[in-house]
């Protein structure tokens, strides 16, 4: 059984920072990629980020280019997504998602992230 776990959220002010967790039950190099999808409840569920295991090749959505990055540590088998600069547009439930190369997907409980003043 596959298990993703998710850490570090929480509430932070517009302009702070936040570094989100995603702890896995296996090696991060088993799955082709992992990323985070975030999700509020007035807006559709969105891949905000996404690290190719294999080439280290990363994706970002528009809107947090430049200010999240993602990366993975093998030897914790974790993966990290380092929110700088956070707006309250970010305010959403963050989960944590992989694929394996049989197409499998597993995923995060969720996780959530509060940018308020």
């Known amino acids: 059984q596959v298990q993703l776990v998710e850490s570090g959220g929480g509430l932070v002010q517009p302009g702070g920072s936040l570094r989100l967790s995603c702890a896995t039950s296996r090696s991060i190099f088993s799955f082709d990629s992992m990323g985070w999808y975030r999700q509020d409840p007035e807006k559709e569920r969105e891949l905000v980020a996404s690290i190719s295991t294999g080439d280290n090749t990363a994706y970002y959505v528009d809107s947090v280019k430049g200010r999240f990055t993602i990366s993975g540590d093998g030897a914790k088998n974790t993966v990290y997504l380092q929110m700088n600069r956070l707006k309250p547009m970010d305010t959403a439930v963050y989960s944590c998602?992989?694929?394996?190369?049989?197409?499998?997907?597993?995923w995060g409980q969720g996780i959530q992230v509060t940018v308020s003043s």
């Open positions: 998602h992989a694929v394996d190369p049989r197409g499998n997907n597993y």
